[in-house]
């Protein structure tokens, strides 16, 4: 059973435009969802994390929404440049210490110039 | 403060063989989880550590098993290795406190089972 459900699998973007990544999830026991980048050989890095109090958060170019209802959460690259082409992944937990992320099956976004 | 470290970042083995993994989480972090990422299962969280206990697992087999030193170090290991094990490791940490959810990923280490 998938918990967190995410797409598109692949995207790509021209320079200068927005890349939308959505993410589903089934438990509603979940109240911590971060976003993930991943470069080819290194291990994913935090860009971004939410909590289901708020419906979005914005850090630089990247920014959050969050539909608690829909149990929906998107990520939105503003901007998009050619060295943000990665994998990302959302991912999602119960929020209490020691519990496991669950993460979506990821994305890979293309930029191009 | 250093990133979290992982050794080896590269292992080959065979079949039947045991593996062990090392993790060096950022100074101060009590916690350390390890995932198993490969292209068909994606990212899957196999087990956690804090203060030297086990506290959360996964939904993987006997064979997976790991330790956590009193310096917070830890170590994975993996007997009677098969195929499908061939995967990245990743090693993460975090404080381990409540509300503390942030967890920060090694490089990984890369094992190829032949």
């Known amino acids: 059973q998938q918990q967190v459900k995410q797409s598109p699998q692949s995207l790509i973007v021209q320079k200068g435009g927005i890349s939308i990544i959505n993410c589903a999830y089934e438990?509603?026991?979940?109240?911590?969802f971060p976003w993930y980048q991943q470069f080819p050989g290194k291990g994913p890095a935090l860009l971004i994390a939410?909590?289901?109090?708020?419906s979005e958060k914005k850090e630089g170019r990247f920014t959050i929404s969050f539909n608690k209802s829909a149990k929906q959460f998107s990520l939105h690259i503003m901007d998009s440049q050619p060295g943000d082409s990665a994998t990302y992944f959302c991912?999602?937990?119960?929020?209490?210490?020691?519990?496991?992320?669950?993460f979506g099956k990821g994305t890979t976004l293309s930029v191009s110039s | 403060k250093a990133g979290v470290t992982q050794t080896p970042r590269y292992l080959i083995k065979t079949r039947g063989q045991q593996v062990t993994l090392s993790c060096s989480p950022i100074?101060?972090?009590?916690?350390v989880s390890w995932y198993q990422q490969t292209p068909g299962q994606g990212l899957q969280f196999l087990f956690e550590?804090?203060?030297?206990?086990?506290?959360n697992k996964g939904n993987f087999p006997g064979r997976f098993s790991g330790r956590q030193f009193s310096n917070s170090r830890s170590e994975m290991n993996v007997s009677t290795l098969e195929l499908g094990d061939s995967a990245l490791y990743l090693c993460?940490?975090?404080?381990?406190?409540?509300?503390?959810?942030?967890?920060?990923f090694g490089p990984g280490t890369r094992l190829t089972v032949l």
């Open positions: 993460a940490s975090s404080s381990g406190h409540p509300g503390a959810d942030t967890q920060y």
């Open positions: 438990n509603t026991a979940f109240d911590y």
């Open positions: 939410i909590r289901p109090d708020v």
């Open positions: 991912a999602a937990s119960r929020g209490q210490a020691g519990t496991a992320l669950i």
């Open positions: 100074s101060g972090h009590r916690s």
């Open positions: 550590y804090f203060s030297e206990t086990q506290r």
